[in-house]
């Protein structure tokens, strides 16, 4: 009875093997007609295709597009950073190349100052509400800064120290409005000397009053006005400015021009306080 049931399954699993050949081979038969449950299943299979597909391609574009854009963000801030830090690098080398110039100004006044004891100084401090009335300079009585000094920079005079404590002084600027701040000042012409004083500033026209002028004196546009060393306290021909324009006084008794500064009183960095030595003759008197 055993024998008989394992023939049994023999003969079933060998009719199951021919029916399944028999089925492959009728499936890949390339001229039959598509069954209808085979062509239902086909139908379906499309449709779902379909119906999937294109969402599923638009989601994917989706995340790739996201994923361009962060890509894309994370390069502009990289670029971004590079190109402050260009610019940054770019602005300091432009200040360096400016501040060495004018250092090396400077040492070309100082070798022509030889005869006066010159004192190097930067500026530290501006205030914006006394911007045409003093600086603040880093060297004080400690470095042999003195009171009433003269003050240029290395394109002419700006002005004069005015206070001075250990490690600091002020400087008053000739554009500053105090009537006391008066400088002896001279146009050196052929044959004769025309001499006044700098006093006062005309902050529409950015230009310095030289008053007191001899209403003979022919003062032309463009002659340079230089200091006197007449007041006792400046050393004489520190360079002031040029004329712009020469007008008389309201009684026609003196004349006054105004003077363009040859220094910048808008960019102050380095400057000199200049001594003069009593027992030194000055040029030019």
């Given at each position: 009875?055993?024998?008989?049931?394992?023939?049994?399954?023999?003969?079933?699993?060998?009719?199951?093997?021919?029916?399944?050949?028999?089925?492959?081979?009728?499936?890949?038969?390339?001229?039959?007609?598509?069954?209808?449950?085979?062509?239902?299943?086909?139908?379906?299979?499309?449709?779902?295709?379909?119906?999937?597909?294109?969402?599923?391609?638009?989601?994917?574009?989706?995340?790739?597009?996201?994923?361009?854009?962060?890509?894309?963000?994370?390069?502009?801030?990289?670029?971004?950073?590079?190109?402050?830090?260009?610019?940054?690098?770019s602005v300091r080398e432009k200040a360096l190349e400016k501040e060495n110039k004018?250092?090396?100004?400077?040492?070309?006044?100082?070798?022509?100052?030889?005869?006066?004891?010159?004192?190097?100084?930067?500026?530290?401090?501006?205030?914006?509400?006394?911007?045409?009335?003093?600086?603040?300079?880093?060297?004080?009585?400690?470095?042999?800064?003195?009171?009433?000094?003269?003050?240029?920079?290395?394109?002419?005079?700006?002005?004069?120290?005015?206070?001075?404590?250990?490690?600091?002084?002020?400087?008053?600027?000739?554009?500053?409005?105090?009537?006391?701040?008066?400088?002896?000042?001279?146009?050196?012409?052929?044959?004769?000397?025309?001499?006044?004083?700098?006093?006062?500033?005309?902050?529409?026209?950015?230009?310095?009053?030289?008053?007191?002028?001899?209403?003979?004196?022919?003062?032309?546009?463009?002659?340079?006005?230089?200091?006197?060393?007449?007041?006792?306290?400046?050393?004489?021909?520190?360079?002031?400015?040029?004329?712009?324009?020469?007008?008389?006084?309201?009684?026609?008794?003196?004349?006054?021009?105004?003077?363009?500064?040859?220094?910048?009183?808008?960019?102050?960095?380095?400057?000199?306080?200049?001594?003069?030595?009593?027992?030194?003759?000055?040029?030019?008197?």
């Amino acid at each position: 009875m055993p024998h008989f049931f394992q023939n049994k399954r023999l003969m079933i699993v060998l009719a199951a093997i021919i029916l399944l050949v028999a089925l492959l081979g009728y499936s890949l038969r390339s001229n039959r007609n598509l069954s209808i449950p085979e062509q239902f299943i086909k139908d379906t299979v499309s449709l779902t295709e379909k119906v999937f597909n294109k969402p599923a391609q638009l989601i994917a574009g989706l995340f790739n597009n996201i994923a361009d854009l962060k890509d894309t963000y994370d390069e502009n801030q990289v670029l971004k950073s590079k190109l402050d830090k260009y610019v940054e690098l770019s602005v300091r080398e432009k200040a360096l190349e400016k501040e060495n110039k004018e250092l090396k100004d400077m040492i070309g006044i100082t070798k022509s100052l030889s005869d006066y004891d010159t004192f190097q100084a930067t500026v530290t401090i501006r205030d914006p509400d006394k911007w045409q009335q003093i600086i603040t300079i880093d060297k004080g009585s400690l470095s042999g800064i003195e009171k009433e000094m003269a003050v240029i920079t290395s394109k002419g005079l700006i002005g004069k120290v005015k206070n001075v404590s250990k490690f600091s002084s002020t400087v008053q600027l000739l554009s500053s409005s105090d009537r006391t701040n008066r400088i002896s000042a001279k146009i050196q012409q052929k044959g004769d000397t025309v001499f006044g004083l700098i006093e006062g500033f005309d902050v529409e026209k950015q230009a310095l009053l030289f008053k007191r002028i001899p209403s003979n004196a022919k003062v032309k546009k463009g002659q340079t006005v230089v200091t006197s060393g007449l007041g006792g306290v400046f050393p004489a021909n520190l360079v002031i400015g040029k004329v712009e324009e020469v007008v008389p006084d309201e009684h026609g008794l003196t004349q006054t021009a105004y003077i363009k500064p040859q220094a910048d009183f808008n960019d102050i960095n380095h400057v000199l306080a200049v001594k003069r030595s009593i027992d030194q003759p000055q040029k030019g008197e």
